[in-house]
């Protein structure tokens, strides 16, 4: 048992009273040399993000490269089969420059079926819209690709074919934005005030505008498809 605590217990018996000093229960001063205090700078200003590296900048570019280039011959596929469905559904609504009166849709002739005369071309629409998602992701993976060491600059047989690569990169691309605009327009005739019964030169000429952009569309994507990989 503690001193303290006896001399508490033993003071009420005795008839004696303990009495504190509440200055002993204060915490002494402490005095501290201010030459001992260290001084911390605390720097307020935020760190800048460091600049990648050349090899991380090539290591980056040749993942998204491969990427780039398996959505290419996706694009390009899929392009394929847009266009021979698109054929399919010109010959049957207006043959090859048929009259309104003698193309396969009129005589029944119509390729796989009657009800592509019709209406909006399912298989033709779901084929663009597959191959439309597939080439502009492949447009915005050849901006994402970094290159640090300036690849189609000079006059290497590579730099010359990318630099190629990059023009018809600009043709498809504008092709592919005015063969939607055409197809729309001829799937969706009405709401331009344009029928089969009373428009159909006007139509057969739209569709035929339409059918001659995809062809140089598809031209162009294969060219810059050919140059890199042959």
């Known amino acids: 048992m503690g001193t303290l605590t006896a001399l508490m217990l033993a ?9 504190f000093d509440a200055s002993m229960l204060e915490t002494p ?3 501290v040399d201010p030459g001992v205090l260290l001084a911390v700078e605390v720097s307020t200003d935020l760190e800048e993000p460091k600049e990648p590296t050349t090899a991380e900048l ?5 993942k998204i490269k491969k990427v780039h280039k398996w959505f290419g011959i996706t694009s390009w596929s899929l392009m394929t089969l847009s266009v021979a469905s698109g054929f399919v559904q010109f010959y049957n609504q207006y043959g090859w420059w048929h009259s309104q009166a003698t193309n ?3 005589q029944g002739n119509a390729v796989f079926t009657q009800k592509a005369c019709s209406g909006v071309p399912t298989p033709h629409l779901v084929l663009n819209t597959l191959t439309s998602a597939a080439y502009f992701t492949t447009f915005g993976l050849s901006f994402a690709m970094p290159d640090p060491l300036g690849v189609s600059e000079g006059n290497s047989d590579f730099a010359r074919k990318l630099r190629t690569h990059k023009v ?6 504008a092709g592919m ?4 605009g055409l197809g729309i327009m001829s799937a969706n005739s009405e709401w331009f ?9 006007a139509l057969r000429g739209l569709a035929t505008a339409h ?5 140089v569309t598809y031209g162009a994507m294969t060219w810059a498809g050919a140059i890199m990989i042959f």
């Open 29 to 31: 001063a402490v005095v």
């Open 11 to 19: 003071t009420p018996l005795f008839g004696m009273t303990l009495h």
């Open 58 to 62: 090539i290591q980056k570019r040749n």
């Open 168 to 173: 018809l990169r600009w043709v498809t691309f």
């Open 193 to 201: 005030g344009l029928d089969r019964a009373n428009d159909y030169k």
């Open 177 to 180: 934005l005015a063969q939607i």
């Open 211 to 215: 059918m001659a952009v995809s062809l």
């Open 104 to 106: 396969p849709c009129v």
